[in-house]
């Protein structure tokens, strides 16, 4: 976009995108979802995806 316009009109279309995505989170939710039956996260839930993502990265090559 940079290319097409300039660094000031881009970062200003950038700038109101952030801000109309920030103002979704104010809309209601329409979805009834039951929060209770949602687990709550654990410690042991963060480092065993941590050890998938390093396990991951070590074998994969790009």
Request: hydrophobic share 50%; aromatic share 10%.
């Amino acid at each position: 976009m940079i290319l097409l316009t300039s660094v000031e009109v881009t970062l200003w279309l950038n700038d109101i995108s952030y801000a109309l995505t920030a103002l979704l989170l104010f809309l209601p939710e329409k979805e009834n979802i039951n929060k209770e039956a949602i687990p709550s996260l654990t410690v042991s839930q963060i480092i065993g995806d941590f050890t998938i993502v390093q396990r991951f990265m070590k074998e994969e090559d790009y």
